[in-house]
């Protein structure tokens, strides 16, 4: 997988835990770990990425499951994140 493929991913964790580091086979990521609140008793394994270089239409005729939401503390991350993925600039 190229570098800027690797880097189009963030860890995401569960807020009020730590963040979990790389996995061994993983680089070190620039973009900063994600703090997700989960809902319904819901988690995430310490293995969850976000990739950020990958968009999903809404589709309104499939069924989802919320599962939580972006933490306050990690939005401005988040947005900036999907931004640059989708304007190209890292």
């Keep these: 997988m190229p570098e800027v493929e690797k880097q189009a991913h963030a ?14 086979d993983e680089p070190q990521f620039r973009k ?31 069924k989802v499951m919320e599962i939580g939401r972006i933490a306050e503390r990690s939005k401005a991350d988040f ?4 931004k640059q993925e989708l304007l190209g600039h890292y």
């Design 32 to 62: 900063a770990p994600i703090a997700a609140k989960m809902d319904g008793g819901e988690t995430l394994w310490p293995s969850s990425r976000i990739h950020f270089g990958k968009m999903h239409t809404v589709e309104y005729n499939v």
């Design 79 to 82: 947005e900036t994140y999907w």
């Design 11 to 24: 860890i995401i964790y569960e807020h009020g835990r730590t963040a979990p580091r790389p996995l061994p």
